[in-house]
């Protein structure tokens, strides 16, 4: 695959969210529209093969590129939020970070059971969040049929939790 135009814009801000860390900003990648119909392209291209029957984005930058890729497959869009962000009947899912602990939501009706199901987010890092996630889906009767992330940072090794799903990132940062 040749360079892609998100590629060169994703930008390094240094010592956010905290000293020491050195985050990748996806803002430019979704501001500019031929990078954003190009990543949604690329990463609807690259999850055909999993034949979801539904997409679930993880908030919040999930959700800018599961919707339209839910869209690009012709599946509904499941919001996976943060604590206390969904009404009605929902389950949750607690997952370890660095500093503390967080949980995350799924409305217990959002997933028929025996769906495939693809779950995205922008970024894979530890891969905590995406475990929760894959943890919710299966919870409520759901497949993971696969993750798409816009950027993997590879050297956090995230992948690895999730190594009995197909994993597919566009962009690799080391």
Request: aromatic residues 8%; negative net charge; charged residues 25%.
């Amino acid at each position: 695959m040749s360079k892609l135009l998100a590629e060169s814009l994703v930008r390094d801000i240094p010592d956010f969210p905290k000293p020491g860390i050195l985050f990748k900003d996806i803002t430019p990648v979704v501001q500019n529209a031929a990078a954003l119909r190009e990543v949604i392209d690329e990463m609807a291209a690259l999850t055909r093969p999993f034949k979801p029957d539904v997409v679930v984005g993880i908030e919040a930058r999930g959700f800018l590129f599961g919707a339209p890729i839910a869209l690009e497959h012709g599946t509904g869009f499941v919001p996976l939020r943060k604590l206390g962000k969904l009404p009605g009947n929902r389950i949750a899912e607690e997952y370890a970070l660095e500093y503390g602990t967080n949980t995350v939501e799924i409305h217990d009706d959002a997933i028929e059971p025996g769906q495939r199901v693809l779950i995205v987010d922008d970024l894979l890092a530890t891969g905590g969040t995406a475990a929760a996630a894959a943890r919710l889906v299966e919870r409520v009767g759901g497949i993971v049929a696969g993750f798409v992330f816009l950027a993997e940072l590879d050297f956090l090794e995230g992948r690895t939790i999730l190594d009995k799903y197909p994993v597919v990132s566009l962009l690799h940062f080391d």
